[in-house]
């Protein structure tokens, strides 16, 4: 049987992954589940957002799926989501945004790849406090880490068929950082003749996302750019409670939805099961259990087309009822 580390996280994350597990298991795949604490809960018995323990365990077993963790705003810890990705090097943010059956939305052929870089930029937590007055945040951009993204950013193209990787920066502004993550992108880029190349600033691309997103196929942007660009993205397919994601590194790979905590209805039996669900979808083909993750995603289908959703997608499912109804149609 194989054991993967389950991150329950906190606000919504234990209801949607109890949702999950109970739907992996109904549709008959053994997993032994090695449940992680992380989060603020952890600070007063533990010390740390992030014990050892949780890193130790997805070194022993590669492979983490992980419902989401609150961060505190202003101040506080330093994000455990971030953390984790920076020490278990897991640099590239794959989001699939993609269309799904039954998910009524203002586009219907959404298929964009977004590939975030995710271990520097203005994430390597790198600010100061320069007088009471101002402070100081510093973006990070190394030719390795931009070399890397690219390369990912190509090879998922070429491995899935798709024909494009558009790389976003703002490098008419930044013209050193993202002037370095665009200049790799293009020496990259001469690896891969048989996919097309193409340059857009980040402004751009969201005005252009937003009238006409068919036109994209795979992005690949900086950190803070891939962000929020990935929520610009979700929201063109039906929210975040659908929006998938994983974090891969060479040795290990976190499979986790783009949406967070959603502490506005924690509790509430209303959260959307559905990003996490496919984020699992993926984390089982990346195992090599794709017969148990195409049964799990034609049920998740074939409820949403029937018309039982979440009320996120204007439905009046709760979180359970939608989970049961997954269940059924396996
Ligand atoms: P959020 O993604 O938690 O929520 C934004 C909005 O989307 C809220 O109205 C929420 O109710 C809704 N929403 C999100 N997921 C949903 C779901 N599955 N079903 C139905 N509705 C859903 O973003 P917010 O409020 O900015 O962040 C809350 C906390 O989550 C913060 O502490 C943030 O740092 C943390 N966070 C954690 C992430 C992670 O663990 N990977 C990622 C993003 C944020």
């Known amino acids: 049987m194989k054991t993967i ?38 600070i007063e018995t533990e010390g740390s957002p992030l014990p050892d323990r949780v890193i130790e365990s997805i070194k022993k077993n590669k492979i983490a799926l992980k419902a989401p963790v609150t961060t505190p705003i202003g101040k506080g810890f330093r994000s455990v989501n971030v ?49 009471s007055d101002t402070a100081e945040s510093i973006k990070v951009i190394t030719r390795k880490a931009s070399e890397r993204i690219a390369k990912f950013a190509f090879e998922y193209a070429v491995k899935n068929n798709r024909k494009e990787v558009c790389v976003v920066t703002k490098a008419n502004i930044m013209k050193l950082s993202d002037g370095l993550f665009l200049e790799t992108y293009r020496n990259v880029a001469k690896n891969y003749p048989q996919i097309k190349n193409r340059e857009i600033l ?48 060479v040795d290990y790979a976190v499979f986790e ?40 995603e034609a049920a998740l289908f074939k409820t949403l087309e029937a018309g039982i959703k979440t009320p996120d997608l204007n439905g009046s499912a709760t979180t359970e009822e939608f989970a049961d109804a997954i269940i059924s149609n396996l």
């Open 83 to 131: 953390q984790l990705r920076k020490t278990l090097d897991l640099y590239a943010n794959l989001r699939p945004c993609k269309n799904l059956p039954g998910i009524e939305t203002k586009f219907d052929n959404v298929d964009i790849v977004v590939v975030r870089e995710n271990t520097e930029d203005l994430y390597a937590g790198i600010e100061r406090q320069v007088d």
């Open 202 to 249: 980040v402004d751009n691309l969201c005005m252009q996302l937003v009238q006409n997103p068919s036109q994209f196929d795979v992005l690949v942007l900086p950190n803070l750019y891939g962000d929020i660009v990935s929520d610009l993205c979700a929201g063109l397919i039906g929210g975040l409670g659908v929006a998938q994601g994983a974090n891969i590194g």
């Open 5 to 42: 580390t389950l991150i329950n996280g906190d606000g919504i994350g234990p209801e949607i992954s109890g949702a999950v597990v109970k739907i992996i298991d109904a549709a008959g795949l053994k997993i032994n589940w090695d449940v992680q604490t992380a989060g603020a809960d952890v």
């Open 257 to 296: 939805p783009v949406h967070g905590s959603a502490p506005d209805i924690k509790g509430k039996n209303i959260a959307n099961p559905t990003a996490l669900l496919l984020s699992a979808i993926e984390m089982l083909k990346y195992i090599g259990e794709s017969s148990f993750a195409d049964k799990i």
